[in-house]
Nanobody
Framework: QVRLVESGGGLVQTGDSLRLSCAPSGRILHTKWMGWYRQAPGKQREYVAHITTGGSANYADSVKGRFTVSGDNANNTVYLQMNNLQPEDTAVYYC?????????????WGQGTQVTVSS
């Protein structure tokens, strides 16, 4: 069973930057997009950003202009550069890889990495 392994979370201050990385433990085929979600305490998991294998990136309004998602298609590795972090960005961040082949879809998820932004 392939797992997604995340790294790069931590405790930072308001205005600081962090870079999250996510790579699979094994081979993944038929990737359509790679991205990130987050879940703050007491809240539902929410979409952050994703990038398609064609290079098209999309962002939640709350992170536009501050976060940048990028990917390495050859290695199914996805990154999230987070600048000007705010306390409301505090959450567990989960990476996601979506595959599709012959009408079937599947999502891989990471175990989550904690990002804490102090004010």
């Amino acid at each position: 069973q392939v797992r997604l392994v995340e790294s790069g979370g931590g405790l930072v201050q308001t205005g600081d930057s962090l870079r999250l990385s996510c790579a699979p433990s094994g081979r993944i085929l038929h990737t359509k997009w790679m991205g990130w979600y987050r879940q703050a305490p007491g809240k539902q998991r929410e979409y952050v950003a994703h990038i398609t294998t064609g290079g098209s990136a999309n962002y939640a309004d709350s992170v536009k202009g501050r976060f940048t998602v990028s990917g390495d298609n050859a290695n199914n590795t996805v990154y999230l550069q987070m600048n000007n972090l705010q306390p409301e960005d505090t959450a567990v961040y989960y990476c996601n890889i979506h595959i599709a082949y012959l009408g079937d879809d599947h999502d891989y998820w990471g175990q989550g990495t904690q990002v804490t932004v102090s004010s």
